[in-house]
Every structure is written in structure tokens, then in C-alpha cells.
T-cell receptor, first 116, second 117 residues
Framework: AQSVTQLDSQVPVFEEAPVELRCNYSSSVSVYLFWYVQYPNQGLQLLLKYLSGSTLVKGINGFEAEFNKSQTSFHLRKPSVHISDTAEYFCAVTHVPSGGSYIPTFGRGTSLIVHP | EAGVAQSPRYKIIEKRQSVAFWCNPISGHATLYWYQQILGQGPKLLIQFQNNGVVDDSQLPKDRFSAERLKGVDSTLKIQPAKLEDSAVYLC???????????????FGPGTRLTVL
């Protein structure tokens, strides 16, 4: 079984400050990892994903995340946030299937609140 | 390119009533997903279709929930009868379904917010 833990339910930050949203996962097999963003009254949008290769993944809107296998983490970072980054952020994991399809498991989400 | 369309956007019903949601995926996307997102939680996969066949429905409460994708394009999700705990946002997503062995990028619709009174 796989699970995702987003350690912070809410992260307040001032505009132009750096931010890190934390995500830890548990899985007994190799995984694929994703970060999605959900703006108010909208569906989820993919920010970035780790499938293989370089552990530092760059996504849209200046976000990046680093896959750390030893710490089973996939934290999301941005060096300087903007008011428009205020949204809900979801970490998700899916594992290599054993004859089946990829079934994603989402974390509970972290609300990023950017203050002027 | 048009995104994933869902309707209605909002629905309010009383418990024990029935309700249906509709989803039209991105053209050409073979895989379609229905998720339930309860307030304060992440999306939970209810059912996944590949064309018109069910790939996974292990988390679908089959005593009251049903879904179909008859022609491998659009899909409906039905709840009959609804319970208070079904209040949630129901998200539909689609993906190409052919990415060479890696998981697809899913594209989400805006969701249907269901309130059961």
C-alpha cells in the first residue's frame, strides 16, 4: 500500500519570500511522484512530476521539487512567491503496477497563502 | 484545445435522492478518472476507465455509486440514493492512456460540487 503525508495543512508566507511545501510518501516499491495545484473553484493542474532520472525536477510557474529516496520525500520549493501562487497544493504518488494500472494516491493538501 | 468539461457545476439535493454527473474528456484521451474530494482532503480515486472498460473501481461504493462510459468518450457518475457523507466535489480527469509505460499526465475538469442536505 502507498500513502502520502503532507506535513503542513497551511503555509503562510510573504510575497517574494521563498517557500517549501513538504511531502513524504511510503511505498514498498518504486514510485512516481507528482505535485498538483488547485486554484479556487478550479480543477487540479499538474505542476511537475518525477518519473526517473535527475532527482531535481523543474515545473511550471518557477516551482521545483527534489526526490529524496532515502528520506522518502518530494518537497516542493519556490525561491520567490507571488500573490498569484495562493492556492491548494497536492502531492501524489503512484507506484509501478503489478499487471494493473497506475492508481494515484493524493495527500490532504497544503494551503499556500501569500501575503502582500 | 478544449479541456475536460463537467456538468453541472453545483448540485444540491436531499438525502436519499438520486443525482448524476456528466464528464466529457479531452478529445482523443483514452483514460478517464472519477475522483471524490471531500472538504479538507485530497482527491480519492473512485473509478478509472480505459476506453469503455473499467480498469479499477476498488474504491467505488458500489451499493450506491455507479459509472459508465458506454462509447468510450463521455461518462456519467450516478449516486442512488445519496447520503449526507456524499457531500463533496466530484472531479473528472482524463489522460492519453498511452505514454510508453510511464503514468500519464492527468488533466482535470473544474468539478461538480455536491451538497446533500
Amino acid at each position: 500500500a502507498q500513502s502520502v503525508t503532507q506535513l503542513d495543512s497551511q503555509v503562510p508566507v510573504f510575497e517574494e519570500a521563498p517557500v517549501e511545501l513538504r511531502c513524504n510518501y511510503s511505498s514498498s516499491v518504486s514510485v512516481y511522484l507528482f505535485w498538483y495545484v488547485q486554484y479556487p473553484n478550479q480543477g487540479l493542474q499538474l505542476l511537475l512530476k518525477y518519473l526517473s532520472g535527475s532527482t531535481l525536477v523543474k515545473g511550471i510557474n518557477g516551482f521545483e521539487a527534489e526526490f529524496n529516496k532515502s528520506q522518502t520525500s518530494f518537497h516542493l520549493r519556490k525561491p520567490s512567491v507571488h500573490i498569484s501562487d495562493t492556492a491548494e497544493y497536492f502531492c501524489a504518488v503512484t507506484h509501478v503496477p503489478s499487471g494493473g494500472s497506475y492508481i494515484p494516491t493524493f495527500g490532504r493538501g497544503t494551503s499556500l497563502i501569500v501575503h502582500p | 484545445e478544449a479541456g475536460v468539461a463537467q456538468s453541472p457545476r453545483y448540485k444540491i439535493i436531499e438525502k436519499r435522492q438520486s443525482v448524476a454527473f456528466w464528464c466529457n474528456p479531452i478529445s482523443g484521451h483514452a483514460t478517464l478518472y472519477w475522483y471524490q474530494q471531500i472538504l479538507g482532503q485530497g482527491p480519492k480515486l473512485l473509478i478509472q476507465f480505459q476506453n469503455n472498460g473499467v480498469v479499477d473501481d476498488s474504491q467505488l461504493p458500489k451499493d450506491r455509486f455507479s459509472a459508465e462510459r458506454l462509447k468510450g468518450v463521455d461518462s456519467t457518475l450516478k449516486i442512488q440514493p445519496a447520503k449526507l457523507e456524499d457531500s463533496a466535489v466530484y472531479l473528472c480527469a482524463s489522460s492519453l492512456g498511452d505514454s510508453g509505460g510511464a503514468p500519464d499526465t492527468q488533466y482535470f475538469g473544474p468539478g461538480t460540487r455536491l451538497t446533500v442536505l
